[in-house]
């Protein structure tokens, strides 16, 4: 079902013409998409704050090797942010817990699994269009003397 999604998201970029024009732009979205289609690595959402490294990896151990299994905390409290990620060492292993554990309960949550994409490189801003609210900064027209 997700790979059939993301083709249909890559026929729509290639409608509405964000690839590249030249061709090459389009042939690395795809083969962009078949890689993440294959990955070994899941994104796992809606994790409850109980749940830490060892129980999560646990909870998915059954459907292969795990690699590594980590919850994502923030990084001023240390507590959970309720997802994480687990690698597995082989894409199959990968797509049966995908198949299995999705929408299933794991410390009494509902948790979502998917494939894990990969973050753009790059620096990471505040958000916005400028970092002050996303009105642009000074003179954005809303100001009363």
Not at 25 to 32: P, T
Not at 72 to 80: A, E, K, L
Not at 110 to 134: C, E, H, L, Q, T
Request: a neutral charge.
């Amino acid at each position: 079902m997700a790979f059939f999604n993301r083709i249909g998201n890559l026929c729509r970029q290639n409608t509405f013409g964000n690839s590249v024009s030249n061709g090459q732009g389009s042939m690395a979205s795809m083969l962009n998409a078949i890689r993440c289609m294959s990955s070994s690595k899941l994104f796992i959402g809606g994790l409850s704050y109980g749940t830490d490294d060892q129980s999560l990896k646990d909870a998915f151990s059954s459907f292969g090797d795990v690699v590594d299994a980590r919850i994502i905390t923030d990084r001023d409290t240390g507590r959970s942010r309720g997802f994480g990620f687990v690698n597995f060492a082989s894409n199959e292993s990968a797509s049966s817990a995908l198949s299995a554990m999705d929408g299933q309960e794991l410390n009494g949550r509902n948790i979502r699994v998917s494939y894990a994409n990969d973050r753009p490189a790059g620096p990471r801003g505040f958000g916005g269009n400028s970092g002050f609210g996303g009105d642009g900064g000074f003179g954005g027209g809303n100001e009363r003397f």
